[in-house]
C-alpha cells in the first residue's frame, strides 16, 4: 500500500513537471510570435515615427496620460523631421500638450486621420501593420489605429473597453 502511494506520487510530480515545461514551452512561442510581428520599413524615418506612433498608441490602451503626452512630444519631433506630415506633427504637439486623457483620445482620432493613409502606401520591409477600428469610438463615429499585432488592444477605452473593435485591413510587403 506504501508503495502504491509513493508509486503515485512520483506520477503526479512527473506530471506536474511536465505541465510546467509545457508552460514555459508555450512562453517561448509566444515571444517568437511577437518577434515575428516586428515590422521593418525601407525608410529609417518612417520607422521612428511608427514606434513614437506605438508608445503613444500604447500609452493611450494603458490610460496613461502622464506617458502619453511624452510620447506624443516625441511623435510630434520625428514627424517635424518628415516632408509631408506638418499637420500630423501640429496634432501630435496638441496631445504633448494635454494631461486630460479623453482630450488626448480625441485627437489620436485626427492623428490617425492623417497618419494612416500614409503607412498604406509605405513600404515595408517586413511584418504587417494591422488598422484595426473601434466602432464606438468618439461617440460612436468610430475610430481607427494602428497596431503591429492582430489582438485588439484599444486605445480609445483602455481597460474599460479594451478588445472592442476588429482588424479592417492589413498592410503588407509588397
Known amino acids: 500500500m506504501i508503495s502504491i502511494k509513493k508509486y503515485m ?3 503526479a510530480l512527473a506530471a506536474f513537471i511536465t505541465a510546467c515545461n509545457n508552460t514555459k514551452s508555450n512562453t517561448h512561442t509566444e515571444k517568437e510570435t511577437v518577434q515575428q510581428t516586428t515590422v521593418a520599413f525601407k525608410d529609417e524615418k518612417l520607422k521612428n515615427i511608427y514606434t ?3 508608445k503613444l498608441k500604447d500609452n493611450l490602451v494603458k490610460s496613461n496620460a502622464e506617458d502619453a503626452k511624452k510620447a506624443a512630444l516625441a511623435l510630434s519631433g520625428e514627424l517635424t523631421n518628415f516632408n509631408g506630415c506638418e499637420n500630423a506633427a501640429q496634432i501630435a504637439a496638441l496631445i504633448s500638450n494635454s494631461i486630460d486623457l479623453k482630450e488626448q483620445r480625441n485627437q489620436f482620432t485626427a492623428l490617425n486621420i492623417e497618419l494612416i493613409p500614409m503607412f498604406k502606401h509605405t513600404e515595408l520591409i517586413a511584418g504587417t501593420i494591422y488598422v484595426q477600428h473601434c466602432p464606438m469610438a468618439n461617440k460612436g463615429d468610430g ?3 494602428l497596431s503591429s499585432e492582430k ?3 484599444n486605445p ?3 481597460d474599460e473597453m479594451l478588445e472592442c473593435g476588429a482588424v479592417t485591413e492589413e498592410i503588407k510587403t509588397k
Open 9 to 11: 506520487s512520483v506520477i
Open 143 to 145: 475610430g481607427d489605429w
Open 151 to 153: 489582438k485588439i488592444q
Open 52 to 54: 513614437a506612433y506605438l
Open 156 to 158: 480609445y477605452y483602455g
